[in-house]
């Protein structure tokens, strides 16, 4: 069965820090781009940091950079987000996000997951 299951959110004070975890079952993650993304009450989702399968690469939404470091670990099957610095606009849902491109003879297609979210509120 095929899971993504983020820990770590939480209620923290704005300036504080949290790290989330992202453990995923029943695929193999090392052939997996993996990012976090998140979302607001009343606000899209935004993308928020991405890895590329072997960690090689990352990026940040300008607006995070800085602040995050999304990192990973193939042999735990495990992805995480450290945050800094955090502000009450951090408030949100954060999910993990697991994609491969597969391509075949018929073309390409994209294999995701999602987890659930773990919530992350930034309040005094």
């Known amino acids: 069965q095929v899971q993504l299951v983020e820990s770590g959110g939480g209620l923290v004070q704005p300036g504080g820090s949290l790290r989330l975890s992202c453990v995923a079952s029943?695929?193999?993650?090392?052939?997996?781009?993996m990012s976090w993304v998140r979302q607001a009450p009343g606000k899209e989702r935004e993308l928020v940091a991405e890895?590329?399968?072997?960690?090689?690469?990352?990026t940040y939404t300008d607006s995070l950079k800085g602040r995050l470091t999304i990192s990973r670990d193939n042999a735990k099957n495990t992805l995480f987000l450290q945050m800094r610095s955090l502000s009450p606009e951090d408030s949100a849902v954060y999910y993990c996000?697991?994609?491969?491109?597969?391509?075949?003879?018929?073309?390409?297609?994209?294999?995701?997951?999602w987890g659930q979210g773990t919530q992350v509120t930034v309040s005094s």
């Open positions: 029943g695929f193999p993650l090392r052939l997996y781009d």
């Open positions: 890895v590329t399968s072997a960690g090689l690469s990352t």
């Open positions: 996000n697991a994609l491969r491109v597969i391509t075949t003879t018929q073309g390409e297609h994209n294999d995701e997951y």
